[in-house]
T-cell receptor, first 111, second 115 residues
Framework: QKEVEQNSGPLSVPEGAIASLNCTYSDRGSQSFFWYRQYSGKSPELIMSIYSNGDKEDGRFTAQLNKASQYVSLLIRDSQPSDSATYLCAAEGSGTYKYIFGTGTRLKVLA | GAGVSQSPRYKVAKRGQDVALRCDPISGHVSLFWYQQALGQGPEFLTYFQNEAQLDKSGLPSDRFFAERPEGSVSTLKIQRTQQEDSAVYLC?????????????FGPGTRLTVT
């Protein structure tokens, strides 16, 4: 069974700090990775996608991918209380188009 | 433009009833996916369409689950003889095409409660 694993949290950070969210995946053939934010009672909202090793920055968000270590991370700079949500990591299954999701990490940004 | 829409947003069914959940993808999106999300879990893949063709239904949990997309646009997920374990949020997602680098965008979901 191909898996994506995340620490369920909660991860608590003070307002203005950097939040670091991590994810590992088991399918070495996966090429595409995604971070979604999900507020309680809402559906997942795409934040970032990453396909190549290294860093990808978009505003306050930076996604990092290390295919050798099968590791994906999301950094949120200058965290705000409005960032409090569950963050889902997803990998596109190799040879398929379906996404395999982790269980999500709950982030709490404390004002 | 308009995002993915789903209806109904909430559905309560008595055990044994049949239900039909509708998904309207983003206009022009070729690929459509259904996922099931249990409380506290990540979404789990159910099935995938490219246009009207159902290319992968490996995630459908039983033969009580059936999905269709007859004209390559709107899709319906049907659950026959609902059971309590079918209670979950059913999410529909669409993407512009299939393949790496085509991102999936989710609708608001249908919360199904089976009593």
């Amino acid at each position: 069974q191909k898996e994506v694993e995340q620490n369920s949290g909660p991860l608590s950070v003070p307002e203005g700090a950097i939040a670091s969210l991590n994810c590992t995946y088991s399918d070495r053939g996966s090429q595409s990775f995604f971070w979604y934010r999900q507020y309680s009672g809402k559906s997942p909202e795409l934040i970032m996608s990453i396909y190549s090793n290294g860093d990808k920055e978009d505003g306050r968000f930076t996604a990092q991918l290390n295919k050798a270590s099968q590791y994906v991370s999301l950094l949120i700079r200058d965290s705000q209380p409005s960032d409090s949500a569950t963050y889902l990591c997803a990998a596109e299954g190799s040879g398929t188009y379906k996404y395999i999701f982790g269980t999500g990490t709950r982030l709490k940004v404390l004002a | 433009g308009a995002g993915v829409s789903q209806s109904p947003r909430y559905k309560v069914a008595k055990r044994g009833q049949d239900v039909a959940l509708r998904c309207d993808p983003i206009s022009g999106h070729v690929s459509l996916f259904w996922y099931q999300q249990a409380l506290g879990q990540g979404p789990e893949f159910l099935t995938y369409f490219q246009n009207e063709a159902q290319l992968d239904k490996s995630g459908l949990p039983s033969d009580r689950f059936f999905a269709e997309r007859p004209e390559g646009s709107v899709s319906t997920l049907k659950i026959q003889r609902t059971q309590q374990e079918d209670s979950a949020v059913y999410l529909c997602a669409s993407s512009r095409a299939s393949g790496p680098a085509y991102e999936q965008y989710f609708g608001p979901g249908t919360r199904l409660t089976v009593t």
